[in-house]
């Protein structure tokens, strides 16, 4: 069985996009192929710069022959049935078989389709791939229509078995598919024929391309850790930068540089994201001062000069980048301890957040505000907070947080140290955005959970008001992150609050009972992960102080313990029951039964029972929920679970006595009386 | 094979003519108004639109009033030059065509490193974009390459391919010199040996304040509408002309309206006068303007008319 080898070689695709376009590019050629009755035996795919290649082993020389038997119509159908059933079937009378049924004698075709030769297939399959490729930018070039990530130049196309290599037929908008391909854009760049997978792998190593990105990930790494121990140094890791740094070389040469001293002093944050963004070098750490003081670099190619010229080159980039981020560091110190950091909250003023919503400063207003009232919930000084939430945002004024956006907040608790602001202001500054996703890490600090919470709120109810709700898919202002991070805020660090205050607070006249939906609904997602489910919440939903979230959520993980257990799930069973009958009972009758049972007119023991057990849990369970105990009012819901289940086996409700019988159903109102003081039990399914 | 170095910031924009000259683009002269970047000229704006073939490059003085430094900074400008080629169609060996003439302004191709970084390119005023690549040398950008895809809203059929060299920032880097304002203009050895700032620190200065603190800001604004409205009463115009019976659409002076436009809101932006909001607001009123033009342009003869 032949091997295919297959090459898109093309100018310089995006590193993000490489693995991705690699996986696609097996994913839809196996999938073609074997839809066509084309197996293969094993299948792998590889990207660089300027290739994505595919090599499949085993693959079947022709598709199988498919047969297909067609029943017909009657031999003594009409004529017309009989020709289209030909036509159908493509066949004339004589190729048609005669079978005895019961009905009569039938006509039987038998479809034959011969199998396809591979190359037939894999033609079709490529050109079909190559002109619906997911890229997720694509573009057309010169005077043609097809569309490529970027011009695409070459195609190889080749099966080779034992008797040698034969070439797929294939002509793609004018590039024809054949055996050759080039090396190395600098090092290597004539073509070469190749026969297979193993020559086109070795040929192109000897024409300096590494085919496997993982092979040149795993040589880059294997260097830069050699060439950083050798100076008694540790690369600092970054998985994404590897991956793209492997993306971008075919044949990757690892090269260190020195920082200048003059730029040791800015902190290790800035070093690190000024070198990985404009150009994409690793940082290398001195263990012993535990700063930032050499980079790695990954070359695209060797030079006779072993480099130096490229490094040289590349420091001097280095040089005039980290000028600028000194540049900003030092003037915006010299603000934050001489002017202090409100100068830069002042000059938000000038800056538009939303233009519903009005300036940055006039938000700052509004969450310093809010953080100073909610700051007495959260055990955080007021007086503090105000001052933090006046601050947290005052880096985006600063030269540095301008042009690294991603060092908001870590910037800001930089300067306001430098202003000899408390540590706790200084904390709260990096810490109130947080938590940014579901694993982010919540802050504890009070003065940072007061600041965090304002923000958020002040956020969600600002755009609740403007009607500026998340739809479906679109969240374009992050709404829902905004109120997940309240939730985890919250429960992570047990506050309680009414949020329908607090919402009050931040926004008056706004629609509380709307966005305290929202939350609930976010809240249902949030629990759902840690394995709550929706009905839980929903019986817990109901109850009273649904705005205090952290409450709320106390109830729902001790109910959906409860109903882990035998009791729980048994008391549910006898809870419905109790209440279907009364529910029925006083629709019937017209009247509530609500209050009254009196031991004296229980005629069994079980009925005794349940009276003496519902008589020693009230007091309790009802203690329990006033103490917000519910781990211990469901203990003693526990206990009635037993005398239920006897009561409903042992006694008839529906007694002839009529005093009797309402008797019975006020006992049955009790049941539901107590369970409605944990959560509505008639919520949970099954 | 290696070239030799040139000497001054003129030999190698000398050298980029003579280089694509030889590769047979037509030399064009920088566009007489005032533009934030080559791509604005009319030899690439409009010229990359329609059918038919092109192939141009031209060196172009690019104002962006908002990188004023009072030529302080060692590569920050308001006024600098740009150097563009624009081909249509894209030829398949572009970029061989490009690396050469890094090669032709002396850059060894055996001792740099050479890469083509993804960058996409987009200018939301003209309704453009197109998918390419920053050039690095050594980790420097020197050139952006880009094959557009739109221009004023219309696909580009066929592609062009475009090129841009920030011509301080290369020359800086293969003259070896560390701030602009220290670079040699022309030949060190010569009789009046001039630096980049010996022509140019004055006028930095000089625009800077301008730009920043003094141009009148209800002018600017005036200008701009006028522009806008210019470009608008232009466009409506009958197709046949009245006076010679010709049909002639006024492409181009409509264009320069936009370009004049664009430029006013370049220098409101300076002033900081332009709230975030309205900002892009702005954009979208240049962007009207230049859909316009392109939708003009594509009607005239140059623009692929009657192909």
Known sequence: MPDLLIELFSEEIPARMQTRAAEDLKKRMTDGLVEAGLTYAGAVAFSTPRRLTLALEGVLAQSPTLREERKGPRVDAPEKAIEGFLRGAGLTRDQLEIRDEKKGQVYFATIEKAGRPAADIIAEVLDATVRNFPWPKSMRWGSGSLRWVRPLHSIICILTDDLGTTVVPLDIDGIKAGNTTAGHRFMAPTTFEVSGFEDYAS??????????????????????????????????????????????????????????????DLPPEVLQTSMKEHQKFFSVKNPKTGRIEKFITVANRETKDTGATILAGNQKVLFARLSDAKFFWENDLRIAKGQGLSVWTNTLANVTFHNKLGSQKQRIDRIAALATALAPAVGADPELASQAALVA????????????????????????????????????????????????????????VAVALADKLDTLTGFWAIDEKPTGSKDPFALRRAALGIIRLLSENSVRMSLKTAIAQAYP??????????????????????????????ACLVMENNDDLTLLITRA???????????????VQGYKRANNIVTQAEQKDGVEYSFGADAKFAESDVEKTLFAALDAQAPKIEASMKSE?????????????????????????????????????????????ICLLVADLSKIEG | MAVEKPKSFQEIILRLQAYWAQKGCAIMQPYDMEVGAGTFHPATTLRALGGKSWAAAYVQPSRRPTDGRYGENPNRLQHYYQYQVLIKPSPPNLQELYLGSLEAIGIDMDLHDIRFVEDDWESPTLGAWG?????????????????FQQVGGHDCHPVSGELTYGLERLAMYVLGVDHVMDMPYNDPQTLIPLTYGDVFKQTEEEYARWNFDVANTDVLLRHFEEAEAECDAILEQEHIDPKTGKRIIMAHPAYDQCIKASHMFNLLDARGVISVTERQAYIGRVRALAKKCADAFVLTEAGGHGL
């Open chain 1, 203 to 264: 040929k192109l190593k000897r024409a300096y391309v590494v085919l496997d990105p993982q092979e040149r990930a795993d040589a880059i790494w294997q260097d830069a850790q050699n060439q950083a121990f050798a100076s008694g140094m540790d690369v600092v890791e970054d998985n994404a930068l590897l991956a793209e740094v492997a993306g971008l070389v075919e044949w990757p040469v690892v090269l260190m540089g020195r920082i200048d001293d003059a730029f040791l």
């Open chain 1, 393 to 448: 945002k005052a880096d985006l004024s600063s030269e540095m947080v301008y042009e690294f956006p991603e060092l908001q907040g870590l910037m800001g608790r930089y300067y306001a140290q430098a202003a000899d602001l408390p540590h706790e202001v200084a904390t709260a500054c990096e810490a109130h955005y947080s938590p940014l996703g579901p694993s982010d890490d919540v802050p504890t600090d009070p003065v940072s």
């Open chain 1, 509 to 538: 006249g706004a629609d509380a009972d709307d966005l305290l939906g929202f939350f609930h609904d976010r809240l249902k997602v949030y629990l759902r992960d840690q394995g709550i489910r929706h009905d839980v919440i929903d």
């Open chain 1, 557 to 571: 993980k001790a109910l959906s313990d409860f109903l882990a257990t035998d009791d729980g799930t048994n008391l």
């Open chain 1, 629 to 673: 105990d519910f781990g211990a009012a469901m203990i003693g819901m526990a206990y009635l679970r037993a005398p239920i289940d006897a009561f409903f086996e042992g006694v008839q409700v529906n007694s002839d006595n009529q005093v009797v019988r309402r008797n019975r159903l006020n006992l049955l109102s009790r049941i539901r009386q």
């Open chain 2, 131 to 147: 998918l390419g690549w920053e050039v690095w040398c050594d980790g420097m950008e020197v050139s952006q390459f880009t094959y």
